[in-house]
C-alpha cells in the first residue's frame, strides 16, 4: 500500500502500516543492510516515538484489526483493498506525471478509468484482467528522482518509520490528493475511510509478521528502522553504497558525550 496515505484520516492508523514494508521483507534478514548506512541522528526522540505507536497499536489498531476481520469475510475486505488502492490511483498519475514517466502516468489515468466505469467505481480492478499493471509511487520517490537526499530516519507519531525526504513527500501527497482537495464533506472523507478499512485489513492479515517484529524482537525499533529502510530503498532501486551518510556521522559514536 503503501506505502504507504489518502487522507489525513490516514494517519491515525499508520503505525501498523509498518505492513507495507514488512509484507516486502518479512523473510529477509534484518542485519543484511549495514548499520554504517543507517544515519539516525534523532535515535532518542524516534525510540520514544516508536514506543507510543506501538502502544497505539496495541491498545487501538491491533484489537480493532482483529475484530474487522473476524467479522468482514475475505471477499469483501478484497474489495475494500483494491477500491482504496483505486483512490490512490489520481496521485500515481501526478507523482509519475513529475518524474518523467509519462507512459506510467497514462497507465494510471487509463487504469482510473476502465476501474470507474467498468469495475463498479473502483471496487473491482479490471485494469489488471487487461494486463494493465499499475505503477504506484509517491512524492517521496519523486523527491528521490530529482536528486534529493534520503536525510535522516525519523519514526514519526502514528506514521511510523520514514525518512526526512519520505516526510516532506508525505505532507505533500496529502496536500496534492485530488479526493481531498476537490470533494466537500463528506464525501473527502471516503478515501480515508477505505484506507483506514483496508490499513486494518491489513493488519489482520499479516498479525504473526507484524507482532513478531513489534513484540518478540528484542529491539523491535532496530529492527522496524532496518526493515523499513531496506525496503524503501529497494522500492527506490537504490544500492546500499548509494544511501545517503553524513559524512560526519559515526554509528559507533556516544550520541550523549556532549551532555
Known sequence: MSPQLKTRLSTF???????????????????????????DPYEGNNRGTHEFNKSVDKILLSPASNGYGSVIPQEIRDRVSEFSDHLSLPNDVINNTLQGKLPEAGNGAARFVMNTVLGFGGFVDVASLFG????????????????????????????????????????????????FVVFREPTRYVGGVAYVANAMGDRYDY?????????????????????????????????????????????????????
Open 132 to 179: 494493465m499493471k499499475r505503477h504506484d509511487t509517491d512524492f517521496g520517490e519523486t523527491l528521490h528522482v530529482w536528486g534529493a537526499a534520503e536525510g535522516a530516519y525519523v519514526e514519526l507519531p502514528f506514521f511510523g518509520p520514514s525518512t526526512s525526504r519520505d516526510t516532506v513527500g508525505l505532507m505533500v501527497d496529502v496536500v496534492m490528493d485530488p479526493f
Open 207 to 259: 498479525n504473526d509478521t507484524v507482532d513478531s517484529v513489534l513484540y518478540d524482537s528484542a529491539d523491535s525499533y532496530a529492527q522496524s528502522r532496518i526493515i523499513y529502510l531496506q525496503n524503501r530503498r529497494f522500492e527506490l532501486g537504490i544500492e546500499s553504497e548509494d544511501a545517503y551518510v553524513d559524512p560526519n556521522f559515526d554509528p559507533y559514536e556516544d550520541p550523549y558525550d556532549d551532555f
Open 13 to 39: 492508523f499508520r503505525p501498523a502500516a509498518l505492513c507495507a514494508a514488512l509484507l516486502a521483507t518479512a523473510c529477509t534478514n534484518a542485519n543484511s543492510v549495514d548499520r554504517g548506512l543507517v544515519y
